[in-house]
T-cell receptor, first 116, second 113 residues
Framework: EPEVTQTPSHQVTQMGQEVILRCVPISNHLYFYWYRQILGQKVEFLVS????????KSEIFDDQFSVERPDGSNFTLKIRSTKLEDSAMYFC??????????????FGQGTRLTVV | GNSVTQMEGPVTLSEEAFLTINCTYTATGYPSLFWYVQYPGEGLQLLLK?????DKGSNKGFEATYRKETTSFHLEKGSVQVSDSAVYFC????????????FGQGTELSVKP
């Protein structure tokens, strides 16, 4: 069964460092998303991406964040200068279309980011 | 804006007990409603969904009915198993929001033998 793959599963980084979280969406999917979950809190939408550009971003997704689909298979989330409050589980998701009647979002296993 | 509220966890049940996890929502228009499950060490998986009022989603013995009049989508299972231990997330999306999901805070379920 096709799946969304995220790497690494756990990343520890020092405050102020740049991190790149990687995702390989399902191959025929067109819509890509990043979500995050701070420990004990809700899963929050960060950004959606379609046709090589951002479709929508949340207030959380400030100038420190960027996304890229560099090679047609990977989908990355970059945090330029990490803060302690960026520590969270980051989930990547993909979907073949945005018709919610017929499609579901498939999620990766998540990357736990710990900023120290 | 749209939002989802779930009952607080953790919920601890004995095997074969009846499960209810409450979920209510606030949304404009006619959202689609979902339950996702996260088993230990795994990602989020779609458990069931309902796309219009009075629809019942069901999967693996779990059920939830889309109640527009009470803006609710409560998850139920008649007889839980130890293997149902997981975190359950209620979520919604509206048709014009590009597939973006709004999640509740998650409810951890622990089933004891």
């Amino acid at each position: 069964e096709p799946e969304v793959t995220q790497t690494p599963s756990h990343q520890v980084t020092q405050m102020g460092q740049e991190v790149i979280l990687r995702c390989v969406p399902i191959s025929n999917h067109l819509y890509f998303y990043w979500y995050r979950q701070i420990l004990g809190q809700k899963v929050e939408f960060l950004v959606s991406f379609y046709n090589n550009e951002i479709s929508e971003k949340s207030e959380i997704f400030d100038d420190q964040f960027s996304v890229e689909r560099p090679d047609g298979s990977n989908f990355t989330l970059k945090i330029r200068s990490t803060k302690l409050e960026d520590s969270a589980m980051y989930f990547c998701a993909s979907r073949s279309s945005v018709s919610t009647m017929n499609t579901e979002a498939f999620f990766g296993q998540g990357t736990r980011l710990t900023v120290v | 804006g749209n939002s989802v509220t779930q009952m607080e966890g953790p919920v601890t049940l004995s095997e074969e007990a009846f499960l209810t996890i409450n979920c209510t929502y606030t949304a404009t228009g006619y959202p689609s409603l979902f339950w996702y499950v996260q088993y230990p060490g795994e990602g989020l998986q779609l458990l069931l969904k309902a796309t219009k009022a009075d629809d019942k989603g069901s999967n693996k013995g779990f059920e939830a009915t889309y109640r527009k009049e009470t803006t609710s989508f409560h998850l139920e299972k008649g007889s839980v198993q130890v293997s149902d231990s997981a975190v359950y997330f209620c979520a919604l999306t509206s048709y014009n929001q590009g597939g973006k999901l709004i999640f509740g805070q998650g409810t951890e379920l622990s089933v004891k033998p």
